[in-house]
Nanobody, 124 residues
Framework: QVQLVETGGGLVQAGGSLRLSCAAS????????MAWFRQAPGKEREFVAY????????NYADSVKGRFTISRDNAKNTVYLQMNSLKPEDTAVYYC?????????????????WGQGTQVTVSS
C-alpha cells in the first residue's frame, strides 16, 4: 500500500518559516517527479512547486518564487518544502503528489498518489 505522509505544518506569524516534509512508503519514487500543491478554504487546489526525479529541475508558482524551496532526498523517499517569508495568503492545506508528469512547464499530478495534507496557517 502506497502512502504519502505530510508533516511540518502549523501556525506561524507572517514573515516566519516552516519546513514541510512528505515521506513516501510502499514504493520508491526515486525515479519520479514530485510536487507540492495547496488548497485554501473555498478555493481550488493549486500548484506550488515541482522537482524532477534527480532534483536538478524545479519550478514554482509565481506567488511563491523566491520564498519557497523544494528539495528531495531519494535515499529517504522524501520531498521537502522550505517556506520562508510566509504571508497570510499562504494559509492552506498543503499536499504532496508523486509520480506525475511534467511537460510544457506544467506538472500533471498522478491521481493515485496524494498525501492527506498538512495545515499551514499564517497569522498577520
Amino acid at each position: 500500500q502506497v502512502q504519502l505522509v505530510e508533516t511540518g505544518g502549523g501556525l506561524v506569524q507572517a514573515g516566519g518559516s516552516l519546513r514541510l516534509s512528505c515521506a513516501a512508503s510502499g514504493r520508491t519514487f526515486s525515479s519520479s517527479a514530485m510536487a507540492w500543491f495547496r488548497q485554501a478554504p473555498g478555493k481550488e487546489r493549486e500548484f506550488v512547486a515541482y522537482i524532477s526525479w534527480n532534483g536538478r529541475s524545479t519550478n514554482y508558482a509565481d506567488s511563491v518564487k523566491g520564498r519557497f524551496t523544494i528539495s528531495r532526498d531519494n535515499a529517504k523517499n522524501t520531498v521537502y518544502l522550505q517556506m520562508n517569508s510566509l504571508k497570510p495568503e499562504d494559509t492552506a492545506v498543503y499536499y504532496c503528489n508523486a509520480g506525475g508528469s511534467y511537460s510544457g512547464l506544467k506538472y500533471y499530478p498522478a491521481p493515485d498518489y496524494w498525501g492527506q495534507g498538512t495545515q499551514v496557517t499564517v497569522s498577520s
